[in-house]
């Protein structure tokens, strides 16, 4: 049986502080004074360069088994995803947001691929993957929602939309669109 | 693995695991044994492949757990920074209530 080695990446010290300081501003009444801290600290690039490094790292090892043909069109597969969701002219952390869909998307994918093979020892991974995808959706509704009043979500059968700006176009045009 | 020679001729065994003991069960020569040989052989790279697929989605999942560490992290920041605050872990924004109501 192969050995069980998992390599850990490296934690870089900026987005280690900010974890740390969200854990300690995180309450109901957050000090003002840390929260221009961590305000800060959020804007760090190293921060963003830490999660841009460990998504490229995530997307490598998930596409390390596809043939070179095959990955660059699932990459193409993912820009298109992140484009339904509004990636080009979403703020930055709605961008980090939509990628962190659009990677749990990519595991998922491969995830059910091996469980739809018939191995079971990866039903708990294929739950794993489904969690962590809708969770990933969650967050960026939930910022959506309190960033941005005027989003509406509009649930249509299976598929979800958020229409951003409707809440400030005529009633006579939200209801059009809506009998649509 | 499996074969072994005895006066030129060679017979397939299979091996397994009883406690600390490792016995050998005969299964025979000729094209039968070459055949279970051959399944056998298969059923094991097949295993290994199984095996180093979910070596590989573990080395997955430590990156994916450490990007929604941060993820999270920013987002809460994100929320923090613009007036927000949790509430029984829901975000709610921070209100001014009564009493600096009344001072304004």
Redesign the interface.
């Known amino acids: 049986m192969a050995k069980r080695t998992v390599r850990k990446p490296k934690s870089k010290p900026a987005a280690e502080k900010l974890v740390k300081l969200v854990r300690q501003v995180n309450t109901e009444q957050p000090p003002k004074r840390e929260v221009a801290v961590l305000d800060q600290q959020r804007q760090n690039p190293e921060v963003w360069r830490a999660v841009s490094d460990l998504r490229e790292l995530a997307h490598t090892a998930i596409l390390k088994p596809f043939a070179p043909a095959a990955r660059t069109a699932i990459r193409q597969r993912l820009e298109a995803l992140q484009e339904t969701l509004g990636y080009a002219e979403s703020p930055a952390i709605e961008r980090l947001l939509i990628e962190q869909i659009s990677t749990s998307w990519l595991h998922l994918q491969l995830v059910q691929v091996v469980y739809a093979n018939g191995d079971a020892r990866w039903e708990k991974r294929l739950t794993a993957a489904q969690g962590r995808y809708l969770k990933a959706i969650e967050k960026l509704a939930q910022v959506r929602r309190r960033l941005r009043p005027d989003t509406v979500q509009v649930n249509i059968g299976a598929p979800q939309m958020n229409v951003a700006g409707m809440l400030n176009a005529p009633r006579k045009t939200r209801n059009q669109k809506k009998s649509k | 693995m499996g074969w072994e020679d005895h006066r030129g001729k060679r017979y397939y065994y299979r091996k397994r695991r009883v406690g600390k003991r490792v016995v050998s069960d005969y299964i025979g020569a000729g094209p039968y044994a070459e055949q279970v040989a051959a399944n056998a052989a298969r059923a094991q790279a097949q295993r ?1 492949k ?15 757990r ?17 007036g ?4 029984r872990g829901e ?1 709610r ?1 921070q209100r001014h209530g009564q009493k600096n109501r009344a001072k304004a």
């Open positions: 290994a199984a095996q180093a697929r979910l070596t590989a989605d573990r080395e997955v999942e430590v990156i994916l450490k990007l929604d560490r941060l993820a999270a992290a920013l987002t809460r920041a994100t929320l923090l920074a613009e927000y605050h949790t509430h975000w924004k």
